[in-house]
């Protein structure tokens, strides 16, 4: 019998597409990116928490790419391990290195 995912708050999910703007926030052209925010991806896969901050706004094309090229993933923070937080794991969001967080807003981080 398949176990039952549960759903991702409304309020959470309502934050990451506001933070998105319904674009897709890795945006890789090089790979064909839609532009589209449809998938809803969890950075960190294990326990597949429903935190703002754990999950990005992603077109299925980038969906797809993040899962075929976990190292590539993990250096960029799309996905991020298992002993680290995702609000404490910098992501590359639409080309720029940010940390997202908890009130579904971005920071910049400085170079």
Known sequence: MKQKTKQIPKKVLDLVVERSGGHCEVMSTAIGCTGRGEHRH???????????????????????????????????????????????VTVIRQGQEVTLTEDGGVQIVDS
Do not use: Q
């Open 42 to 88: 969890h950075r960190k896969i294990s326990g597949r928490e429903h935190t703002i901050e754990n999950l990005l706004d992603v077109c299925h094309v980038c969906h797809a790419h993040i899962h075929a090229h976990p190292a590539l993933s993990y250096a960029m923070g799309w996905l991020v391990k298992m002993n680290y937080s995702p609000g404490e």
